[in-house]
Every structure is written in structure tokens, then in C-alpha cells.
């Protein structure tokens, strides 16, 4: 849930320059406030309106589908439009100046990872570049490896939850699977290979806790089945691309300093790209 809000928020800087998007989960409580760009500008209002049901829609997706805030705050909801907002989102609506704010108990908080107090995170240049590069799915096999990635992370492996997550039945998807030419195994081996090489570079976990983590039922198993993806166990590969990765900062750091020196000192150093 965390990684989805934040992707949302990022999606929300992309396509709203100004809006911004906080988030706080603690135990059991979840609380997010949407700013929108332009407040006092024509159809702000329906903006907050459909910003407050895409997030409902988002957390439904790790709580249950029927899953409703025990708050929401919206611009202007007052009268007729107080009542129309309630018979929508079947709650009680308290109307605020501008922006939306939804608050919530929720059930569900993934293994190990506890979210506090986060404003929206500046749009990097690097990430717009790599939204406007990437293209949206064309295919249901590629629609459905996006959507599995946020379910692997949670523990959840078979096909069955995941189907059940997505909302489509395991014969559905496999159906629509084979007439692509693709199965549902290729595609979980696909989703837990980028899963396990971003653990193995980012955490110090052991082979048995990874295994344990990517739904192996032993270490060995994992062993293997990386050896088929990269050619080399879990360890080597962590090892060679962490070495590789220190000595591309350090010659980058290098490349920037010398960059520097070499800088008439009246140039000032903006628009730095990544």
C-alpha cells in the first residue's frame, strides 16, 4: 500500500503540476489529504470529487472491496451536493474549504512495512523522463504482470489470490494468458526475478529469508531458479552488482568533480540533470 500511494502521488505531480498528495498510516489508521493545483479555479470541486474515489478504489484493492472511510472531507460539500457526495460514497461527508481529506481504519498493513507521516516526494527529472518513455500496456499478459507486482510484494504467489485480487476468475486469466501465447508461471517467474534481484541489492536479507520472502517453498529452490535467470547463485550476483554499482559512483563523483574544476567561476550550476 505504501508503494501504491506513493505511485500515486507521483502519477498525481505528472498530470498536475502543483497538486499535492500526503499520506500517513500508523497501526491501524490510514489518513490522506489531497491539495489540489488551481483550488479556486471552475471545476475544482468534481477534481477533489475524483481524486477522493480513486484513493477509496486504491485502498479497496488492499482491504476489502466493500471497505468505506470512516471520514471524508470535501471542497464545498455543502446542501444539495453534501447530499449527493453521501449517496456516492454511502458515508457521511464533512465539507472543507479546498481539497479532499479521507481518514480510515484499516485491516491490512504489509509485513514489515510501516508507513508514518510522508509528504508527496518533488517529481524527479529522471522519473518524468522515465513516465513519458514508458508506454502503457498493450497486451493483457503485460496489463497483468503490472498488476501482479504489488500482490507478489505482499506474499501472495498462487493464482487463484491473485486472480481473485484483480477480479477476474484463474480461468480467465489463463485463458486470456494462452491466447497471447503466454502462462501464468512465465509471468510470476518474471515478476519474482525483478522482485528478488531488488531485494538482493537493496537488503542485507539471507538466502533463506529471501526464499522464504519470493514464496519457495526452500532455499534451494530459490538457488535454482536464479541460477536459471542470472547464471550465478543469489550471492555472487549481489556481490558483482554491488561492486559494480560502488565503482560507477565513484567514477561519477569523479567525472562531476572534474566537471567542477574545470567550470568558469562566474557559471552557476543549474539545471542539473540526472
Not at 470535501?74 to 457526495?85: S, W
Amino acid at each position: 500500500m505504501r508503494l501504491a500511494l506513493e505511485r500515486a502521488s507521483k502519477a498525481l505531480k505528472y498530470h498536475e503540476s502543483g497538486s499535492r498528495l500526503n499520506f500517513e498510516l500508523q497501526e491501524s489508521h490510514l489518513s490522506i489529504t489531497y491539495h489540489p493545483p488551481t483550488p479556486k479555479a471552475l471545476g475544482s470541486w468534481h477534481q477533489c470529487d475524483g481524486v477522493a474515489a480513486m484513493l477509496i478504489n486504491l485502498v479497496r484493492l488492499y482491504e476489502a472491496s466493500e471497505w468505506v472511510p470512516e471520514l471524508i472531507v470535501l471542497a464545498a460539500a455543502h446542501d444539495k451536493r453534501k447530499r449527493r457526495l453521501e449517496d456516492f460514497f454511502e458515508t457521511a461527508i464533512t465539507a472543507r474549504r479546498e481539497g479532499t481529506q479521507i481518514r480510515g481504519a484499516i485491516a491490512h498493513i504489509p509485513h514489515g512495512e510501516m508507513m508514518v507521516t510522508r509528504a508527496s516526494a518533488p517529481l524527479s527529472r529522471c522519473e518524468l523522463r522515465q513516465m513519458v518513455s514508458d508506454r502503457p500496456p498493450m497486451s493483457f499478459a503485460e496489463t497483468l504482470r503490472h498488476l501482479m507486482t504489488p500482490i507478489i510484494r505482499e506474499g501472495l504467489f498462487d493464482l487463484e489470490d491473485i486472480a481473485d485480487r484483480i477480479g477476474l476468475g484463474s480461468r480467465t486469466v489463463q485463458r486470456r494468458l494462452a491466447t497471447e501465447g503466454q502462462t501464468f508461471g512465465r509471468l510470476l517467474q518474471d515478476v519474482r526475478q525483478t522482485f528478488a534481484e531488488e531485494l538482493l541489492l537493496q537488503t542485507d536479507m539471507t538466502t533463506a529469508e529471501l526464499s522464504l520472502r519470493l514464496g519457495y517453498s526452500s532455499k534451494q529452490h530459490f538457488i535454482r531458479a536464479f541460477k536459471s535467470w542470472r547464471g550465478m547463485p543469489p550471492g555472487e550476483f549481489r556481490t558483482t552488482s554491488r561492486n559494480r554499482l560502488r565503482s560507477s559512483s565513484q567514477a561519477a563523483l569523479q567525472t562531476g568533480s572534474e566537471s567542477v574544476r574545470l567550470m568558469p567561476p562566474n557559471v552557476a550550476l543549474t539545471n542539473v540533470q540526472c
